[in-house]
């Protein structure tokens, strides 16, 4: 399985709330990242992401609400 690891909480969310699955989290001191398993779009995702891409906000919200709880609950 290929991944892909971010620490930006923002961009986390984007690919989160476009279909990634988060499979796992690093911590190092005060930063997180988060191990995507990673899909063929997925530059095309971080390229929407940075130019205003779309999506659904009610999933974005959600996915920023599950991203935080990831770093501060578990």
């Known amino acids: ?3 892909y ?3 930006d909480l923002y ?3 984007y690919l989160k ?3 990634m699955r988060i ?3 690093e911590i190092n001191g005060r930063r997180t ?3 995507f398993e990673d899909i063929p779009n ?3 995702l971080i390229r929407d992401f940075y130019n205003k891409g779309p999506v659904n906000i009610t999933d974005y919200v959600h996915a920023i609400q599950d991203i935080k709880a990831i770093v ?3």
């Open 23 to 25: 499979t796992d989290k």
């Open 17 to 19: 709330s476009r279909g």
């Open 33 to 35: 990242t988060f191990i």
């Open 1 to 3: 399985m290929k991944i």
């Open 5 to 7: 690891a971010t620490s």
């Open 72 to 74: 501060f609950n578990l």
């Open 42 to 44: 997925r530059e095309e």
């Open 11 to 13: 961009l986390s969310a």
